[in-house]
């Protein structure tokens, strides 16, 4: 039975798209007067509630701006004005929807039609988290959330909850757009304003030998960078130019860094190169960069894995050379290890190291010298 009966319900599923889009004139300017009502705490939310849905500008006469150079079946809406937030602002906003002829997003049923929309519009006085709840009583719980790029074209990204707490930035007018298939109009919308824990998203810093990431504003990781070493505000070794300066241990006494792989965001240096690819290793894996010295006359150098996940390594001359030197990942007896023999009088070397996996994970690496034709 539920087989035969969920092509119906499936049709009448509820999913919306809150998206986040940095306005840079590409959509126009944003309209002044409210498509639906707007009720709540704070300076803004409270300057609006006297406006009714009733008289609310339709999406119709706000109309859609033409997106740019990108797929003009993908078009900015403008939306409702709620002003400039702040931190503690929440109120309830009733948005009028509006059919539209868009494309379904990504994250929506293929069957999710007809579509209505409606949009709201604001910007912040401090970077800030703002959480997004659907309070109308939807067909169903799945709420789907992505970003649009500032171009409205939209992105991959999507992610399933009838409650979203995302994070903006100050200083530029943000969009949300919701796009539903088979919900009631009007279309209630609760948000609430709070402080975000950190930002900008991404690589922010490095401190007392970690890398500090900020994850959308929610969270703050620190990471190991290796040999607990920063330079400037990243880890060393995050690109060539700031390779990690070590000299060659010995068999005996391993020279051993250790780290962890999220502290290190650089990548694409050894794609410029020649000679220097790996079946099992992908171009868009973050690499780590050592500069080894005091590697003895008649000697090879060593690079092996003493952790979990597999690595490929690269030798090469400096951060000028063209080509690698030498590359390995599983020698001959299956060992993540890289053994290779510099020129005669050279007792130096650049080594990058690329993971084969995405997997966050430490990582404990060994280098060292060996006298060229010993075994291991």
Known sequence: MYARTWPYFRGLVATILMILV???????????????SITGSGDNSSS??????????????????????????????QGSPLGTLSHGDQGTITLALESTDRPAPACMADDAEPLSAAAIEFDLDQPSLIEWTYVTDLPHQDVATGPFDDHCAESAHCRLGRSQKLFYDQGMIHLVETVVAGAPDPLSLHFQVEPALCSPPGHIGCDEGQAQICYDGHHLGAYDCADQSCQGDRCAGDDCQQALILSAGTAQEP?????????????????????????????DRPELFLAVEDIPAGHDLVIESQGQGSYGFFAFDGCQASRCLAIGSMDDDFQNRLRFTPDDGVHSTHLAIRPSDPVERSFRFAIFAIATGEEL
Request: charged share 25%.
């Open 255 to 283: 020279t051993l860094i250790e780290g962890h792989r999220n502290g290190y965001t650089h990548n694409g240096h050894l794609a410029e190169m020649t000679d220097c690819t790996l079946d099992n290793i992908a171009d």
């Open 22 to 36: 940095a306005f840079s004139g590409a959509c126009g300017e944003p309209e002044t007067t409210p498509t639906g």
């Open 48 to 77: 609006d509630s006297g406006t009714s849905s009733d008289d609310a500008q339709s999406n119709d006469d706000a109309g859609y701006d033409d997106a740019g150079d990108t797929d003009q079946s993908v078009q900015c809406r």
